[in-house]
Structure formats: C-alpha cells, structure tokens
C-alpha cells in the first residue's frame, strides 16, 4: 500500500518537535499531537494487511476550501473518509447523532463525529467531480475508535461506526472484497486529488467556410454596373473561425483555488472539523485579502509569545525543583 501524508508541522523523519508541537496544538486543537499518534497505530495496521492497489493519504487539505480530510483510503473495493478519533468513554452512535454519556443517560456530544465525518466525504466527492469526472461509487465515511479506552454503543448509525477490536474484520473485508474501481481509475482519483486539475469544457467543430462565388464576367459588371455614389459598402464581417480562436486565447489560465467551494449544509459544525478554519460570520471573509502577519519561525507572533511565555515557565519549574532538592 502506498502511504501519502499531508501532516503539516513535521521534519522530514515524521516526528514533531517541541516547537512544531506547541504550534499544531494552537493551531488545530490541544488534542492534535493525541490525534495524530492515534492515526499512526491505524496506518501501521493498514498497511501490513493492505498489499498492492490501495493508496492512502492522510491529513489531505481540500484547496483553500478550510476542509483537511484526515484519511482518505483509496482502492479496487471503493474510496473511504476514515475519522480515528482519541476519545476515551462511552458514546453512543444513533442514527446521525453522536452521544455522550451523562451518567445514565446518553447526551448529544459538544462535536458530532457522524455529521463531520459524512460532511467530508461528500467534500471529497465534490472536489474530484468539480474537476469534470464522475464517481461511480460514492464515498463511505467511517469512524474507527483510535484508543481502546474508547467504547460506542451503536444503534444503527447512518455511517460505519467501529470500535478498535473491529479493524481487523473491516481490513478483511477490503482484502477479500468484489472490486469497483479499476486500477487506473483509483490512479486518476489520486492523481486529482494530489493536483486538481480544471474541468474541460467540449471543443467546438470548426464551421464549415462556404465557397465564395465566381466572380461574373466583365461584360456584366458593365452592364449591371450602377453609379459609384448610389452603392453602399458592405461592412466586413468577422471571421467566425477568427472569433473562436480569440476566444480560446482569451481564456483564463488553470487557477487551482477555482475549485475551492463552501458546503451549503450548516457551516457552523464543519467549524468544528479538525484543522478546519471557516469563518462562522460571512462578513469577516473581507479579512482573507489583508495582508498575512509576518510569521517567525513558522509561527506568528501570538504564538510566538505563547511559546516565550510556556518557555519561561518550564525554567522556573526546573529551577525550583532544583533549589528544592540541593536545599533538602
């Protein structure tokens, strides 16, 4: 199985440093470094079961649409938005709610991981038909429990809904499942996704040039002839195959951000979507033309200062324990 991952924030050997740590948790949520260490136990898994065909990528933003689907599996048996989620406790999977437990009873959750989930397979659909194909499947979301201290009680959920002693059943069936795509489709799929390219629109047939009649003879343009001041000039016409040739060289170059689109369907929840940064007030999007700040160190200076602040703390810590121990 080829492993494409998209993870931002790593060094070249896929670890996370202190710094690049410190960033991706003000950047993307305080439960990104658990998040990320729960998807490598299931990539690992995957690909020693999976063999040749399959390709995954993982952490794969969608353009400048604000949208990074955390796992995308593509193969002969189909395409798949997989969420690993680093919960711990109990949660109930019903239909499309996602719930809690609240000591007897269950309660919807502060992020509802089906919705999220459903929403980004219908994302990555709509990037790869925006581009002038159609799929001839439709794109399974999954949920799988990244940490085994997390238990779901599913009650026929919209989506699949596994917990982590199930992987190894839903990777069997993958292995042993009837293909639906073939292998240069899955190819082209990846290739779209990696590097979108602009839908192509049909060429127009060349118009057929109408024989230009024979000139008459001299005799008859005498004797047809009229005065010069009685003749009106026909104006030119454009050349049809002159305008359809402008017309192309006019076009727009290949913009990769023009497929970059919205879901319609409550915007606030795709808020919640990990690395997902989408404004909840449509008036702030004036924002996106100002300037970037200027980062330091990949950081800005927000961040920057946090770091500083966490820095100087840790130092303190370390030098009173240090007093402490040579004291006593």
Not at 73 to 93: C, D, F, N, Q
Not at 220 to 235: I, K, L, S, Y
Request: charge should be neutral; charged fraction near 20%; hydrophobic fraction near 45%.
């Amino acid at each position: 199985m080829k492993i494409i991952d998209k993870t931002p924030l790593l060094d070249e050997k896929g670890n996370l440093g202190f710094v690049q740590r410190v960033q991706g948790m003000l950047q993307f949520g305080f439960n990104w470094p658990n998040e990320l260490q729960a998807q490598n136990a299931i990539v690992k898994f995957f690909e020693r079961q999976l063999e040749k065909g399959y390709t995954l990528i993982r952490n794969m933003p969608l353009g400048e649409s604000g949208i990074m689907v955390l796992i995308i599996l593509l193969g002969p048996t189909g395409i798949y938005v997989i969420e690993v989620s680093s919960l711990k406790g109990r949660y109930e999977a019903k239909g499309d709610t996602w719930n809690v437990e609240a000591g007897d009873q269950y309660k919807p959750a502060p992020i509802n991981l089906i919705q999220r989930t459903t929403r980004m397979a219908r994302a990555l659909q709509a990037y790869i038909e925006r581009q002038g194909v159609k799929i001839p499947v439709t794109i399974e979301p999954v949920i799988i429990a990244g940490d085994p201290g997390l238990h779901i009680e599913s009650v026929r959920p919209a989506i699949k809904v596994m917990m982590i002693d199930g992987i190894k059943a839903f990777v069997s069936g993958l292995a042993n499942g009837k293909p639906v795509l073939r292998a240069d489709l899955v190819l082209d799929y990846v290739e779209r996704i990696l590097n979108p390219r602009m839908k192509q629109e049909p060429i127009a047939p060349m118009p057929e040039l109408e024989p230009e009649p024979e000139a008459p003879a001299a005799w008859e343009q005498n004797w047809h002839a009229e005065p010069a001041q009685f003749q009106q000039q026909p104006e030119p016409e454009v050349s049809r195959t002159r305008a359809i040739f402008g017309a192309s060289a006019e076009a727009k170059p290949f913009n990769p951000n023009d497929l970059d689109f919205a879901l319609a369907e409550d915007d606030a929840t795709l808020q919640t979507a990990p690395p997902t940064r989408r404004e909840s007030n449509p008036a702030r999007a004036i924002q996106r033309n100002k300037p970037k700040q200027k980062l330091i160190l990949g950081m800005t200076q927000l961040q920057l200062a946090i770091v500083a602040a966490l820095g100087v703390a840790f130092i303190c810590v370390v030098a009173g324990l240090i007093y402490m121990v040579t004291t006593f």
